[in-house]
């Protein structure tokens, strides 16, 4: 069985959008992607820990309105 694993910034990004995610878009602090009305932030470091990624996706969870598991994750490559 697989675990959760860090994850480099492009990857994340890449994912997120074939979940639905525009941008990323510059903003004043942060790099952000939009889904529909939603922003969410990108931080700038290149790679994001488990904790950090785990953080960053229940977000995701919340704005797509559903649970994200660690094999629809890594499909998502």
Known sequence: MSRWAP???R??????R???FKG????????????GEYRLS???NPEYSVPQLKMMLAEV????NRKI?????????
């Open 7 to 9: 994850c480099k910034r």
């Open 11 to 16: 990857d994340f990004i890449s994912r997120l």
């Open 18 to 20: 074939k979940l639905g």
């Open 24 to 35: 990323p878009y510059s903003g004043t602090r942060h790099y952000f992607m939009v889904y």
């Open 42 to 44: 990108i931080p700038s």
């Open 61 to 64: 969870e919340k704005i797509i």
């Open 69 to 77: 598991s660690l094999q629809e994750w890594e499909n998502l490559k």
